[in-house]
């Protein structure tokens, strides 16, 4: 009996995680300062309230389209590059056999066996072999465009509930400390879920991001404030 060694590699999720940190990140920094920067200057609950429910929608869809466009100009580059890779394969077989030799030469196998090896490869799908090989294309890293956006979208919606959460259940005089501390806390934890997922240190992971959102809350604090004091 074959005993079938599995393997979990965190390469597959590459794409679909890279966008839904990024909006979950996004969706409670980006609230998080809309909500500290309203109240610092002095606006009631219910103008924080729809400040932080139409940032979260605004910022959804932006999200959404910013990364359809992105992830749909890298799908755009791979159609293009695997069109004229069967363009090429058409056209001039021995060529492209050659090239594929090369390659694997150039990863440690002698000219008689790499070349055995790019001619069984070919006869079974030549393309797909080139595409792999050739312009590093796989089904696991391809750029899907629909997902990226859904993703962005979805993640940005679910960061953006906790400070939208902590606007609703927080004493008006105390809206700015507890969005801020909730804030901070799902983004150290977002980062150090992100780090681990992508096998990086959680501590390094979750201090990076509690330190860049302190910073932007803050400064849209002071903003806040200087707004209101000026109005």
């Given at each position: 009996?074959?005993?079938?060694?599995?393997?979990?590699?965190?390469?597959?999720?590459?794409?679909?995680?890279?966008?839904?940190?990024?909006?979950?990140?996004?969706?409670?920094?980006?609230?998080?300062?809309?909500?500290?920067?309203?109240?610092?200057?002095?606006?009631s609950q219910g103008s924080i309230l729809v400040t932080a429910v139409a940032g979260m929608v605004s910022g959804a869809m932006a999200m959404a389209a910013g990364e359809y466009v992105s992830v749909q100009s890298q799908a755009d580059s791979e159609k293009a590059d695997i069109e004229k890779e069967k363009g090429e394969l058409e056209m001039d077989t021995e060529s492209e056999l050659a090239e594929l030799t090369a390659i694997y030469m150039s990863r440690g196998l002698d000219q008689p066996l790499a070349r055995r090896v790019a001619e069984s490869l070919m006869s079974r799908d030549a393309l797909g072999t080139h595409a792999r090989d050739e312009l590093g294309i796989t089904e696991m890293l391809r750029a899907r465009p629909i997902q990226a956006a859904f993703a962005s979208a979805l993640s940005f919606v679910a960061g953006a509930i906790v400070p939208i959460a902590a606007t609703l259940l927080a004493p008006i005089s105390r809206v700015v400390e507890v969005s801020s501390v909730a804030a901070l806390v799902t983004l150290v934890v977002l980062g150090g879920i992100a780090a681990y997922a992508g096998g990086a240190s959680v501590a390094r992971g979750a201090v990076r991001v509690a330190f860049w959102g302190t910073l932007a809350m803050g400064v849209t604090a002071g903003a806040g404030k200087l707004f209101g004091a000026v109005v």
């Open positions: 009996m074959v005993h079938i060694h599995r393997e979990i590699h965190r390469a597959g999720r590459v794409g679909w995680l890279r966008a839904a940190v990024l909006g979950a990140n996004d969706g409670t920094l980006s609230v998080a300062s809309l909500v500290v920067g309203v109240a610092a200057a002095g606006a």
